[in-house]
């Protein structure tokens, strides 16, 4: 039987070759490069721009090494960056090289003004290098720093804080706008689009602290479940009412002081801390708002509330007074004033229907610890006899300002 030679297979092409390859090395438990000391890996790695390093990380060491890689990565804690400028004309890139690193925080201050290409080049690196935490102040007074509409993509943010700057997009923005992992959000002296801000607060699920301080073009409409912690502070724009609807909501600060407002709708029924300041003639109580609002709020502990009016318009004032309906008959049942209220700050120049509902707090609040009323001086032995006539105080502080007033701290 004549013997059969042993045929070789045919040459394969380069592409075959390469796949087979591969999937030789995939298939083994450590592939050659995920086997070089961590100084080699590293070495390789770092030639690499920032954004590709975690895909080289995880091509290059496997699911097993890559936790023990990416901790070798430089990381910096902190990066600050200024900008200057030698005159008030724009100028190209005043941007420095980067640091070749993840960076937890970084802070950006600008002193003149700034151009959107720069600024789209600090929002890209936030982007590579997985900031945590950006911080934008614009010093330039004249003039807000934009903020580019990339700042959305960056989905490793978890705190970001604006100081004179300016945010908006083109167009109508989407009803899905938002920040994936965004805990805080701290806004002042900014312009916001309007429906803008209202749409990011709605879609940030982790979102649980807003402040906002100066700012303008807003709606003042804030619906949020996740929000545990909110300040409004001298919003520059008039609002006819201000809707806030928060079922988690915890700690709530409202200042007005230099627009018109009308009305004031809050659910919130967790919140625990409430601090309102209307320094200008408005109508806090159209409706029962704030009657619903303390009738829901059972776990309320610390009420304060600053409606005095402003020495400009006295008239005015002492119709926003009249108009301030508290119903008092219907708060006598509230759950909170019964149970949980322990701190009352009223700084209303004690006209009729605040003494009203001052009276109603001390002989309802069960749990009252301490109380700060601001009193005109003529009025104050009998909104001191009044006061303890329903309760025993333990310390009585009497403080008289510039304007015969007198702030009287009480503990009980």
Not at 182 to 209: D, F, H
Not at 278 to 299: N, T, V
Request: charged share 25%; proline share 6%.
């Amino acid at each position: 039987m004549k013997k059969m030679k042993k045929m070789s297979p045919p040459p394969l092409q380069d592409g075959r070759r390469r796949s087979l390859r591969l999937l030789k090395c995939t298939n083994d438990d450590e592939n050659r490069i995920g086997s070089l000391p961590d100084e080699i890996i590293l070495s390789i790695v770092s030639l690499l721009p920032i954004k590709d390093w975690f895909a080289a990380a995880i091509t290059i060491a496997g699911s097993k090494g890559w936790r023990r890689l990416t901790s070798l990565l430089p990381r910096l804690e902190h990066f600050s960056l200024e900008v200057t400028s030698p005159n008030d004309t724009y100028f190209a890139d005043p941007l420095p090289p980067f640091p070749r690193s993840l960076v937890r925080r970084l802070d950006l201050i600008v002193y003149r003004c700034y151009p959107t290409r720069p600024m789209e080049r600090v929002i890209e690196y936030a982007k590579d290098a997985s900031v945590e935490e950006l911080r934008i102040h614009s010093r330039f007074r004249r003039d807000v720093a934009c903020i580019p509409y990339l700042m959305l993509d960056v989905k490793s943010l978890r705190v970001l804080s604006l100081d004179n700057c300016s945010f908006f997009i083109g167009g109508q923005p989407t009803p899905t706008i938002g920040f994936s992992f965004i805990q805080s959000l701290k806004l002042e002296s900014c312009y916001i689009q309007r429906k803008l801000l209202n749409l990011i607060i709605l879609n940030c699920p982790l979102l649980e602290t807003v402040y906002l301080s100066g700012c303008n073009g807003f709606g003042a409409r804030i619906h949020s479940r996740s929000l545990k912690n909110l300040y409004i502070l001298d919003p520059l724009k008039s609002f006819r009412s201000i809707d806030i609807n928060a079922p988690n909501l915890e700690i709530m600060q409202i200042r007005i002081s230099q627009i018109k407002f009308q009305e004031l709708q809050i659910q919130a029924p967790k919140v625990q801390e409430v601090q309102l300041d209307f320094s200008h003639p408005l109508r806090i109580a159209k409706d029962g708002g704030l009657r619903k609002f303390l009738q829901a709020a059972e776990d309320l502990k610390v009420f304060e509330l600053n409606a005095a009016a402003t020495k400009a318009a006295p008239t005015r004032a002492n119709k926003c007074v009249d108009t301030f309906s508290l119903q008092n008959e219907r708060l006598k049942n509230l759950y909170c004033l019964s149970h949980h209220l322990e701190k009352v700050h009223m700084d209303v120049l004690m006209k009729a229907p605040y003494e009203d509902f001052l009276r109603l707090i001390m002989s309802e609040a069960k749990a009252m610890k301490k109380m700060r009323l601001a009193v005109p001086n003529c009025r104050i032995k009998k909104t001191t006899e009044d006061i303890l006539s329903l309760r025993t105080a333990l310390s009585v502080e009497k403080l008289v300002d510039q304007d015969d007033i007198v702030h009287i701290k009480m503990r009980f």
